[in-house]
Nanobody, 122 residues
Framework: QVQLVESGGGLVQAGGSLRLSCVAS????????IAWFRQAPPKERERVAV????????IYTDSVKGRFTTSRDNDKNTVYLQMNSLKPEDTAVYYC???????????????WGQGTQVTVSS
């Protein structure tokens, strides 16, 4: 029922910035908790950041704290991941995922986007 589409990935030099967008449809957007995950094999997929329906946010990945922020615009059905001071180790496929929960602590991510590749060159 929920469709998520990520965009904004690409190739960037170390120290640069990217802003990823996740547009949701098929659900009342404001009731969704939306998280950003990233996957860079052979590493396990990790949850990077979460945004709650009322705008509360949490960054889970220590290495991106102070560099990444997430925010949402409920009027546009869109969640953003602003990535600054990018490092080569940030290279990964970034996914947004949605949970039909009002609790930012939820782990019930049922809906996933296709992912967008972020590549950071040194």
């Amino acid at each position: 029922q929920v469709q998520l589409v990520e965009s904004g990935g690409g190739l960037v030099q170390a120290g640069g910035s990217l802003r990823l967008s996740c547009v949701a449809s098929g659900h009342t957007f404001s009731t969704l908790t939306i998280a950003w995950f990233r996957q860079a094999p052979p590493k396990e997929r990790e949850r990077v950041a979460v945004s709650g329906w009322s705008g509360q946010t949490t960054i889970y990945t220590d290495s991106v704290k102070g560099r990444f922020t997430t925010s949402r615009d409920n009027d546009k059905n869109t969640v953003y991941l602003q990535m600054n001071s990018l490092k080569p180790e940030d290279t990964a496929v970034y996914y947004c995922a949605a949970a039909p929960s009002s609790w930012i602590t939820t782990t019930d991510y049922r809906y996933w986007g296709q992912g967008t590749q972020v590549t950071v060159s040194s």
